[in-house]
């Protein structure tokens, strides 16, 4: 079987930098925490969990609610996707020692967001309600809502805006269509929005790979957690872009060896962002083996 390696792949900058913060701040602090999933991988998690690392996962209860619950003057990981900043009050309140891994281009984003805030702008978020990153930008302010996939037109909290410029930005995961979609039903409704973007770009390079790639591909092989949004939105693409080709999930290598790849003649392999290169690498080698 030719198998079709999609470019970028591995860890991307930010997921790569927080990684190495973790690694790095495990030297000194025993035991460190991470508040949220540092990245969404659970196998990468479980791995610095076997190095010292005890992981509080953000589907278990609040952030602040973990955050209070941790002894005084213990060593927290804030993770890639931004927080809240009360967050920061309560770990100087408890001689917390914060670091803070947040991704420079989501934190880019919450910049822009806080620049839009304090000049009296609106912002209109274009995100997943419940994720990490769409949680920390809604947090910024009162004055921040969520676009939502509207059923019907809009939805009607968007009632609350009453200016003409409202400041648009997305969560740095979303793929293109989303956002053009999404911009496409706020430009109807406020002409003089402002868009400001918002994508990482290393999202941006998977998402075009993926779309770019040769229509005879039969088979697309995606590595990742279900539970990363970059991941889930390049299973998306596939469905829409190469609605003929069969779509197959895994979190790595031994999630594909049940797999019947025989009727196949071409794949492509693809990695969400939180995807480490060895993973990928030894996904690879076995496909190519078949």
């Not at 030719?2 to 790569?16: Q, R, S, T, Y």
């Not at 003057?73 to 900043?85: I, K, N, Y």
């Not at 590595?223 to 949004?229: A, C, T």
């Amino acid at each position: 079987m030719e198998v079709w390696a999609l470019e970028p792949h591995g860890f991307c900058e930010g997921v790569n930098r927080a990684f190495s913060m973790a690694e790095e701040a495990m030297k000194t602090a025993t035991p460190l925490y991470s508040l949220g999933l540092l990245i969404h991988n659970e196998k990468v998690i479980d791995a610095l969990r076997d190095r010292g690392l005890v992981a509080l996962d953000e589907r278990n209860s609040s952030l602040e609610s973990l955050l209070r619950g941790l002894p005084d003057g213990s060593s927290v990981l804030f993770s890639a996707h931004g927080h809240d900043p009360k967050l920061d009050v309560i770990a100087k309140e408890k001689r917390i020692k914060a670091i803070d891994s947040t991704c420079p281009y989501v934190k880019a984003n919450m910049n822009r967001i806080l620049w839009a805030l304090e000049r009296g702008s609106s912002v209109i978020y274009i995100g997943r309600k419940g994720h990490l990153e769409c949680e920390a930008a809604l947090s910024l302010g009162e004055r921040v809502y969520l676009y939502e996939e509207p059923r019907e037109g809009f939805a009607p909290r968007y009632c609350a805006i009453n200016e003409s410029k409202p400041y648009v930005i997305a969560q740095t995961t979303m793929d293109e269509d989303e956002v053009d979609r999404a911009y496409g039903l706020i430009s109807a409704r406020y002409p003089e929005a402002v868009y400001a973007g918002g994508r990482c770009p290393s999202t941006v390079r998977r998402q075009t790979s993926l779309i770019e790639a040769p229509r005879d591909i039969d088979v697309y092989v995606i590595l990742g957690s279900e539970r990363s949004n970059n991941t889930n939105r390049l299973a998306t693409l596939v469905k829409k872009h190469h609605p003929g080709a069969a779509l197959i999930r895994a979190m790595d290598k031994r999630g594909l060896l049940s797999v019947d790849f025989s009727k196949f003649r071409k794949a492509a392999l693809a990695s969400g962002t939180s995807t480490d290169p060895e993973t990928y690498q030894e996904a690879l080698a076995y496909l190519k083996s078949l």
